[in-house]
């Protein structure tokens, strides 16, 4: 099976300024010097420059949170994938269920920003996960299953390996409820098998876990077999405590 290198990313969502930002990255970076894992920031679009500049040199990758599906056009508020690679950043986060749920990003505008976001060589990290009602219900593997067929289904399988999926289900955001490591292991090797199924490379495919990751409990998540990473927000403001879960990984 195929070596997948740890992949930890922070989701600051809507915080931190410019000089917020600038001094997270210097706290962290001699703390994660030695890792050989993927550390990726995410932070808004205002310090997107700011963490690029401080990170040449390093592991640090750069993700943005969204992006358009299209080159440029009338969409105030918005910005392009070629906007986003201009700046030197590596990554997006497409789908983020915040997204989803406030701002009605949908799975068939999902299916044009995965594609769009690979042609321009950023590295989708794209966002599934089932509502708490959904779980109740025993729906999760059919929410999974809808979701990644939906937003991938302009992406050639050939391809699927080069987006990252993070699992996170929507009762686990930002509420301190961490799914257990059982059902985040069940959950994400499901997703692996619907990627296989769609006829992708699945064992070189990352898949993290997002939901609440803490110090405390990255490396239990992370143990699990087909567990390759987090997706971090609440924990990921701090540099000790993201740095403490690069390290669990
Ligand atoms: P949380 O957020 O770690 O604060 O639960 C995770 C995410 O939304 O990506």
Redesign the pocket.
């Known amino acids: 099976m195929p070596e997948r290198t740890p992949y930890i990313?922070a989701?600051w969502?809507m915080h931190k300024t410019v000089a917020e930002a600038g001094e997270f990255v210097d706290a962290l970076l001699p703390r994660i010097a030695a890792t050989q894992h993927d550390v990726v920031i995410c932070p808004p679009f205002t310090a997107l420059s700011a963490v690029v500049e401080r990170r040449y040199g390093t592991a640090v990758k750069v993700a943005a949170q969204n992006m358009h599906e299209e080159e440029s056009g009338a969409f105030t508020g918005e910005v392009s994938a070629r906007m986003l690679v201009e700046l030197d950043v590596e990554a997006v986060?497409l789908g983020?269920?915040?997204r989803r749920q406030h701002f009605n990003e949908t799975d068939e505008a999902l299916a044009r920003k995965v594609p769009t976001a690979l042609a321009a060589g950023l590295e989708p990290i794209l966002?599934v996960g089932e509502s708490e009602d959904a779980r109740e219900a025993e729906q999760t593997d059919a929410v999974l299953q809808r979701q990644l067929q939906a937003d991938l289904a302009e992406v050639e399988p050939g391809r699927i390996a080069e987006v990252v999926i993070?699992y996170?289900p929507i009762w686990?955001?930002?509420?301190?409820r961490t799914a257990t490591p059982e059902q985040a292991q069940e959950a994400i090797a499901f997703i692996r098998d619907v990627l296989r199924e769609r006829g992708a490379e699945a064992d070189r495919v990352r898949i993290l876990y997002?939901?609440?990751?803490?110090p405390g409990n990255a490396a239990e998540l992370l143990a699990q077999p087909d567990i390759d990473g987090a997706?971090?927000?609440?924990?990921?403001l701090d540099p000790d405590d993201f740095a403490a879960i690069v390290e669990a990984a």
């Open positions: 990313a989701n969502k986060v983020h269920s915040e966002c993070a996170e686990a955001i930002g509420t301190g997002g939901g609440s990751v803490k997706l971090v927000g609440g924990a990921s």
